[in-house]
Structures are given as C-alpha cells and as structure tokens.
C-alpha cells in the first residue's frame, strides 16, 4: 500500500504555528555530566512534506549544558549490569520536567552533530506535559529545531482534532509553539482503518530509512534516537498490553489493535523489536497510581511467563532511563523498610 502519512498541513500550520514570547527564563544549576554511551529496505513510500517549511533563526543558539540529574537513587535496577538501565528519582513533577527537556535536548545535539538529524518519538499521556520547558527559553533558541523529525510510538485511530489524539495532545502544547518543520512531523493517516494506518505507518519507516533519515539496527529495525514514553498503571508501553497477542509480534515494525482495554479501541503501535532497537528510551512513570508496576518491573524476580509488557523494554544496544518520582516508587521503599 502506498504511504500517505500525514504530516503539518502549510495552511494549518502556518496560521497555528507560533511562539511563546520569550519573558520567563530560569536559571540551570550547574550539574555534573551524565555520560552518554556511544552507541536496503522497501521501496520508497510517499511522504507529504512542506517545500517551504521555516526555518528556525539560530543567531542566538548556544551551547547546552549537560543534562541534570536533580535527585538519584541508586538500587539494583539503577545500575544493570550492562550499563544500559538507569533510574533517576524526583521530589515533584516539576523537578522531572526540569530534567527530561534538558536530557532530551542533550540528545539532540549529540544526534545533530553525528548524524546532521534527530529522531525522536513520541507518546501520549501525560509524557508531553513533563517536556513543556523546551518551549522556553533557553531551548526555544539554542535547539536545533530544523533537524527534529517527530514520530509517535502509538497513535489512537482517531481524527487529528479529536480529543483522544496523541497528535493533537503534542501539537496544542509542543509541536504548535517550537519551529519544527511541519513536513518532519510524521502524524497518521486517520481516514484510514486501523490496519491500514499501520501498513502506511511501517511503509513511511521505510521510506525515511531508505533517505536515511531514520538509522538502522544490526538486526534490521529502525534505528530511533530518542523514544520517549510513558507507563499506564497496568505496565503497558505504547498500546501493546499485558497479554495481548501483539506482545509476540516481531515481523511487523507498525501494528494495529482493534480491541484495546483502554479507549478508543482502534490504535497503531510499535512492535517491540522496533522499541528494543532505539538508542536511547525515556521511561517517564510517575504517581502512586503506578507503583504497583513500578516494582513488579524493578523489585520483584523476573519470569518468563508472567512479564509485564514494560517488563519487555530490553534495548539491544541503547540505554534505558527511568524518570520516576517518589510516589511511583513507594512499594519499593516500603519493601526496603521492612
């Protein structure tokens, strides 16, 4: 099936597309360093773009300063032994969304430098709410927003302006304030069904792989830079629920359920091979509300038969980091305690 994935319409975008008035700045403590590690397809699909999409002013772009760590507590999940999980623990919210902007424009810079583009996904959720700093100052500036290609890991069936819309969600309160161009947003088909979307999803992959755009996995998954997602209380990830049959899918990149225990029921979603080959996952789980999962996946011995599909995210070569806030992980100090 042709790709026809839809990104920013020019005429909507260009009478939606603005920017905040840049009069709050906040000021960045000086935190050590958190190490980063180092880390042909189908024909091409059809892609709408933007010929003229702006370009963002970079005369004030400066460069950033590591990525902080404002609270950290170090548990056995912390530190795997591979070096590829970690766990940082906040006070509040807000401390979390101090952070998760200042690690994902990090990334972004380090992408841009060694690959002139930067990938990243996104979720729906309260994940976007945790990013709202990056439409200020200083990352409304000194992000390289021009080589931003956005994409989501799930996506609900829905029409863009309906209220159930990841799409939607992003756009209101990221994508319509900060200058990415309209046609390196990779929103969904939503005239389509469910399976269709997803064929035309997985077809736009590998039309962005092919332009190398999207990297590539030693095991032949696309390749993203930064996925960022969050957990719901039950553990799911994206909308591949605990067990469900899309949990073994591994010959697809995108799919499609038509029966999700959580509305609306109509989704696409990333397979898992795809998730475990990113470089790098933010795992943004916060609340009392999740805790239960929180130590199913981190306190409690691991087996085979009964994983949580958060259980699943095992990145064969990238790194996994938790944002989490005390509240999520209070089964775990409750444990500790006894």
């Known amino acids: 099936m042709a790709a026809s994935v839809v990104s920013h319409s020019r005429a909507a975008t260009a009478c939606r597309l603005r920017h905040l008035p840049l009069t709050r700045r906040f ?80 990334l972004s810079e380090k992408f841009v430098q060694e690959r002139g583009v930067f990938t990243v996904v996104l979720s729906g959720g309260s994940l976007v709410k945790s990013l709202r700093k990056l439409t200020e100052s200083p990352y409304l500036e000194s992000v390289d927003w021009a080589k931003w290609h956005v994409f989501w890991v799930d996506e609900r069936v829905v029409p863009k302006d309906h209220e159930d819309s990841n799409y939607k969600l992003a ?40 332009a190398g755009v999207i990297a590539v996995s030693t095991t032949g998954y696309p390749r993203f830079d930064l996925v960022l997602m969050g957990m719901g209380p039950d553990g799911h990830i994206a909308s591949l629920f605990p067990g469900h049959a899309l949990l073994s899918v591994t010959e697809k990149w995108v799919t499609y359920i038509k029966d999700s225990p959580k509305p609306p029921p109509g989704r696409i979603t990333f397979t898992f091979p795809v998730i475990n080959s990113s470089a790098y996952v933010a795992l943004v789980v916060t609340g009392a509300g ?11 011995e691991k087996t085979s038969s009964d994983l949580l599909p958060v259980e699943m995210v095992s990145l064969e070569d990238g790194k996994l980091t938790w ?5 999520a992980l209070s089964m775990l100090h409750d444990k500790a305690s006894l």
């Open 27 to 106: 000021m960045l403590p000086a935190i050590p360093r958190l190490h980063l590690p180092t880390g042909t397809l189908c024909p091409a699909a059809r892609i709408s773009r933007c010929a003229d999409a702006p370009t963002p002013l970079r005369s004030n772009r400066r460069p950033l300063s590591p990525p902080l760590a404002m609270a950290y507590e170090a548990t056995p999940a912390a530190t795997a032994a591979n070096g590829k999980q970690g766990l940082l623990v906040f006070d509040s919210e807000e401390e979390l969304s101090v952070s998760l902007p200042k690690y994902t424009a990090e």
């Open 171 to 210: 756009f209101d309160s990221f994508l319509s304030v900060v200058p990415i161009p309209p046609g390196q947003v990779y929103a969904i088909d939503d005239a389509l069904s469910a399976e269709g979307a997803a064929e035309d999803y997985e077809a736009a992959l590998k039309n962005l792989v092919n």
């Open 323 to 327: 944002f989490t806030d005390k509240a």
């Open 290 to 300: 999740k805790a239960g999962a929180v130590f199913k996946a981190l306190g409690s």
